[in-house]
């Protein structure tokens, strides 16, 4: 269905340019609200999952990764990873440790009650995720992902 008329606008979107930028943050805005309702019922947010995802693939099990780390590939401000690992520490999804020789410093580890969520959760996660995207071939999802990529690159100062 066209932007428009999902959206009820009275006049057009004149725009070309305007109506793409528009249809990637109405999309967007779209998978942010099924993620929450996806992930309600395993009583994480995404950001958790995907906090735990970094943890479990990204991160050297015995070092963890720093905050900072997180922040940077999460793609949010390092005020907002500290108060959501306060919140998985207390949910005891995550341990944070002061690093020796740098108090600045914290590693983050997934526990093993954060493993177990994540276990739980994963199939179905990727199950989902299947079924959004099946509506794309693979080849329209190669295209996709190379024009975000461009519109990223010039979104870059």
């Known amino acids: 269905m066209k932007l428009e008329k999902e ?38 947010t995404d950001v958790q999952f995907n906090l735990m995802e970094l ?17 940077r590939m999460l793609v949010v401000h ?24 740098d108090r600045r410093y914290n590693a983050v580890r997934l526990t093993p009650k954060g493993r177990e969520v994540l276990d739980h959760v994963e199939d179905a996660y990727m199950k989902e995720v299947d079924r959004v995207m099946e509506v794309l071939s693979e080849s329209e999802m190669e295209i996709l992902i190379g024009s975000l990529e461009r519109i990223r690159e010039g979104l870059r100062p």
């Open 7 to 44: 959206l009820g606008l009275k006049a057009g979107i004149t725009s070309v340019a305007h109506e793409t930028l528009l249809n990637i943050y109405h999309t967007g805005d779209m998978l942010k609200k099924r993620a929450r309702q996806f992930f309600l019922p395993y009583g994480i």
């Open 55 to 71: 943890l479990c693939y990204q991160a050297d099990r015995e070092a963890g990764l720093s905050q900072a780390g997180l922040s």
């Open 78 to 101: 390092p005020s907002n990873v500290t108060s959501l690992v306060d919140r998985m520490e207390k949910a005891e999804l995550v341990t944070r440790t002061d690093v020796p020789g």
